[in-house]
């Protein structure tokens, strides 16, 4: 497949940044071919990524968990874009890059095979403007503000997992914004990224309104 020649590509010479100080790329390109080796070895079950998939366990009811409040039996919307061969490979590198060096890539860290066939693309790599176009919502760290751009590609929603290589699901991004999970959306699916991204979070909604209703106090009957 591509994504086994592009790992085999890498076992013969080193992955260099494109612009700016040079990195040491070792450890960062083994974690890609390994990544490969290892998606096109697993067995894929169809029910991982879908339109819907229930939850693997349920959880005692809470109502402070305001994600899974006891209600629902699973989450909808979380089935994969698609994406094209090129793109794959970037979210992969993107994607690696992040699990070892702890943040997204600029795009003077990926190797010249890898740049976008924009005409602006390398300069804007050696001038440092609009360097984040592929952005990893890195592990452990806050995500970024989720934006109706969303709905056209999934270049700055990059999942952090190699393995996956994709960018974030519909639900996915959905939970960043704080929807609760049986929130549906309904449409195609870029009608449905575009109402995540336009959408106040639910959440910041529901704190102004109880601050709200706090400072109005309980209304009085007439």
């Not at 879908?50 to 909808?76: K, V």
């Not at 609760?180 to 959408?199: C, I, L, S």
């Amino acid at each position: 497949s591509t994504l086994s020649s592009f790992a085999k590509s890498l076992t013969n010479r080193n992955l260099q940044p494109m612009v700016g100080e040079k990195r040491e790329v070792g450890p960062l390109r083994k974690r890609i071919v390994n990544s490969v080796f290892e998606i096109n070895a697993l067995d894929h079950d169809p029910t991982v990524g879908s339109d819907y998939l229930s939850y693997s366990g349920a959880p005692a009811y809470n109502p402070e968990n305001w994600y899974r409040n006891g209600s629902q039996q699973g989450i909808s919307n979380h089935q994969s874009r698609s994406h094209i061969w090129g793109d794959l490979h970037r979210y992969l590198f993107a994607s690696s890059f992040a699990e070892e060096e702890g943040e997204s890539p600029t795009l003077k860290d990926f190797p010249v095979s890898l740049m976008p066939a924009h005409k602006n693309a390398v300069e804007s790599a050696k001038i440092g403007k609009f360097t984040d176009r592929f952005r990893v919502q890195v592990k452990g760290r806050p995500a970024t503000t989720i934006t109706s751009h969303i709905s056209k590609d999934g270049h700055y929603f990059i999942h952090y997992d190699p393995l996956q290589c994709r960018s974030l699901t519909v639900r996915e991004a959905a939970r960043i914004q704080t929807f609760p999970d049986d929130y549906h959306f309904e449409g195609p699916r870029t009608e449905q990224y575009k109402q995540v991204g336009n959408a106040v979070p639910p959440f910041l909604a529901f704190q102004i309104a109880e601050l709200v209703r706090d400072f109005f106090g309980p209304s009085e009957k007439s």
